[in-house]
Structures are given as structure tokens and as C-alpha cells.
Nanobody
Framework: QVQLVESGGGLVQAGGSLRLSCAAS????????MRWYRQAPGKQRELVAE???????NYADSVKGRFTISRDNAKNTVYLQMNSLKAEDTAVYYC??????????????WGQGTQVTVSS
């Protein structure tokens, strides 16, 4: 079993910064794509950023230039550095990862979410 645990959410003023972390633990052979999603009240969950094991990144247009996704493979951890935060960034942020649990077996796991609230 694999668990993803997010941390780093909170309340911040517009223009401020937060850094989210998501640590994976359990039976992990390797980590492939790691992602951050968010879901605002009344809206669908949306992909914010993703990072492949090879270092390729993809960002939602709304966060390009403000958010940076990174990972520490030794710690099985993915980060989301969020700068110049706006009120519309307020949401529950979830991490998501494709985890290889055996040499040819991969599953996708979700964290429990962490609340980010940006006050205007």
C-alpha cells in the first residue's frame, strides 16, 4: 500500500507565496509522473502541474510563470512552489502520482488534499 500525504497549505494574502509538499510512503519501486490538481468550491478538479520522471513539466495556463513543480526522488516527494498567489488560486490542492510498486506494476494514487486560501 502507498500513501501520499500533502502539507504546506494555509491562508495567505494575495501576492504571497506558499510551498506545498507531498510525500509518498509505502511499497514504492519508483515514481513516474507526479501531479498537482486543485478543486475550488463548485468547480471541477483541474490539473495544475505535472512532472515526469525525466524532468518534463506541464502547467495549466492559469499558473504558468507563477507556480513551479519539482521533485526529490530520494525522498519520494513532489513540491509545488506557488508565488504571486491570487484569490482565484483558492482551492483544495491534491497530489497524484503514478507509482511503480513492482517492476512492471504501476498504480495511480491520490493524497487527501490540503486547503489553500488566498485572501484578497
Amino acid at each position: 500500500q502507498v500513501q501520499l500525504v500533502e502539507s504546506g497549505g494555509g491562508l495567505v494574502q494575495a501576492g504571497g507565496s506558499l510551498r506545498l509538499s507531498c510525500a509518498a510512503s509505502g511499497r514504492i519501486f519508483s515514481m513516474n509522473v507526479m501531479r498537482w490538481y486543485r478543486q475550488a468550491p463548485g468547480k471541477q478538479r483541474e490539473l495544475v502541474a505535472e512532472l515526469t520522471s525525466g524532468g518534463n513539466t506541464n502547467y495549466a495556463d492559469s499558473v504558468k510563470g507563477r507556480f513551479t513543480i519539482s521533485r526529490d526522488n530520494a525522498k519520494n516527494t513532489v513540491y509545488l512552489q506557488m508565488n504571486s498567489l491570487k484569490a482565484e488560486d483558492t482551492a483544495v490542492y491534491y497530489c497524484n502520482a503514478d507509482v511503480v510498486v513492482e517492476s512492471t506494476t504501476q498504480f495511480r494514487y491520490w493524497g487527501q488534499g490540503t486547503q489553500v486560501t488566498v485572501s484578497s
